[in-house]
């Protein structure tokens, strides 16, 4: 195998040699990428190749995605392709890249490494996951007859990794090219066929399948800090773990199976603002109230967790598992992705929404103005409230407050999916948002 280093990749992007290239976002992943309500995850996408996952990202209203790769000559390409994006391209070697996302893509970068890495591969992805970070990406399943690259496949993926993960689940094949039958044989296939823009199935003559499966984190010196998932679905989970966060449309079907237990995990207010039809309600921040009333709950039967936007409901299906539930069930996104999602919830006792309309005009209405979307018995929210007091009294801007519990369609206009989230806008266009906890000296550096 030849050094794959830095020259060695200038060489195959200025020759032209690239024939693992697609032209375009891989299937799997491109379904895998549409069922993500959340459009403000740290995104890193190693061996970034021509991107196509990034721009297509970008287009789906993801705004912070981080492009690496250690080919100067790639890197530079996509800075003048995507100059018009925000999407980060960065020259450099991926074992020394040090910053922490929710989501890291792999697209066939584990394949161009050479296999003595696999281990270093594992544990780096590892160190730059947070705690309820996700890997997802696509391996090829075939043999090759050259040393590589490529050189990793499903069936050997643990080969060297064997200290820090291990397989737990493969997916069916998705075909994304079949080559064609020799004289003498015939091409049969099975799996979902998908199709490919013109001209691409001629530059995919190695590739006949992609597969997907879960790893996770099996350090003996350490206990599992989360969970790192490799799928081309989302249906596609650990078999090592009895929770999993699913997409709307597949939590609804879920919901159709029999002796299926719905349990909102918010406070009794916000049940009474609307709740999807025949759910239990025990809140996940009482943990005596919560441990009390799923006692009544069958654990050896499908439990569907829900809470806002899914950070509770996620805590709440981690506790589930861990006292004994076998099969949980959590709604990424919260009831707020349901109902952006026009899915129908019940029990509603609410007011009128704000318009997106009467929203724009009020963050015209003045020079600088910060909207806070949050809820009154959202706790960080509260915890935010004096900061933002401060902050707003310092500067003296106005504020629009946008209900995290009402104003979904604001929420959705804005690719809002988080509260608290803030949005400081200048003269009526948006200059700076993050969510969570903010500290103050963020907001003042937001206005230099």
Known sequence: MPELDKTYWNTR?????????????SP????????????NLRVLIPGGGNSYEAKYLWDSGFRDITVLDISTVIIERLKQK?????????????????????????QTFLCALDPALRQAYARHMYDLLWEEGRLVGVLFNREFESPGPPSAVASRFTAGCSNHISVSKLSPPVIIHT????????SSTSGSSTALPAGAADRLPQIAYLYALAIEDKTITEPMKHLIT????????????????VSPDMFEKGLRQPSVQLLDVRTAKEFKTGHLPNALQADFTNKTEFAERVKSLDKDKPVFVYCLVGGRSNGAAKWLTDNGFTNVTDLSGGINAWRAEGKAVTGAQQGPQMS?????????????????????????????????????????????????GNDLDVMK????????????????????R???????????????
């Open 179 to 186: 080559p064609p039958a020799r004289a003498g044989k015939s």
């Open 13 to 25: 992007y200025e020759r032209g040699e690239t024939e693992w290239d697609m032209g375009t976002v």
């Open 28 to 39: 799997p992943l491109r379904d895998y990428f549409d069922q993500l309500p959340n459009k």
């Open 356 to 404: 997106p309309d009467l929203y724009k005009q009020a963050i015209a209405s003045s020079q600088w103005i910060l909207v806070d979307v949050g809820a009154e018995w959202c706790p960080p929210c509260r915890k935010m409230a004096p900061v933002v007091k401060q902050f707003t009294e310092e500067k003296k801007i106005k504020v629009l407050n946008v209900d995290g």
């Open 413 to 432: 206009a804005n690719n809002v999916t988080q509260i608290p989230t803030f949005i400081l806008y200048k003269d009526g266009k948006e200059v700076w």
């Open 230 to 245: 490799i799928a081309a679905f989302l249906c596609c989970f650990t078999a090592a773990s009895a929770q999993h966060a």
């Open 82 to 106: 995507y100059a018009g994006t925000g999407i980060k391209f960065e020259t450099g070697d991926f074992f020394e890249h040090e910053a922490e996302y929710d989501l890291i893509v792999e």
């Open 434 to 448: 993050k969510s969570g906890i903010v500290e103050a000296e963020a907001f003042r550096k937001a206005m230099k």
